[in-house]
Nanobody
Framework: QVQLVESGGGLVQAGGSLRLSCAASGSTGSIKRFGWYRRAPGKQRELVATISSGGSTNYADSVKGRFTISRDNAANTVYLQMSSLEPEDTAVYYC?????????????WGQGTQVTVSS
């Protein structure tokens, strides 16, 4: 089992920045990948960014060049640095972990943190 606690959401004006954090606890040695997803009002949840255990990153086209995902392996924490925020970035942001072994992978989610970007 992996437990995730997110922090760092809030209200920011367009063009501003925020940094989200997600601290993992429990069976952190089994973590394969960290990710951030978001769900905007009236829309489906979408992938924002992922970072593998080896440090490889992947971003949604809509956030490339503006968001940066990083991880502190010693602290079992993943970050999402968000810059040049736009009202369209308003959503609940969820931390996600894929964890397991060679034979299985489990999916874990944080409780979500609200990000609101005002125009």
């Amino acid at each position: 089992q992996v437990q995730l606690v997110e922090s760092g959401g809030g209200l920011v004006q367009a063009g501003g920045s925020l940094r989200l954090s997600c601290a993992a606890s429990g069976s952190t040695g089994s973590i394969k990948r960290f990710g951030w997803y978001r769900r905007a009002p009236g829309k489906q949840r979408e992938l924002v960014a992922t970072i593998s255990s080896g440090g490889s990153t992947n971003y949604a086209d809509s956030v490339k060049g503006r968001f940066t995902i990083s991880r502190d392996n010693a602290a079992n924490t993943v970050y999402l640095q968000m810059s040049s925020l736009e009202p369209e970035d308003t959503a609940v942001y969820y931390c996600n972990v894929l964890a397991g072994s060679l034979w299985y992978t489990n999916d874990y989610w944080g409780q979500g943190t609200q990000v609101t970007v005002s125009s």
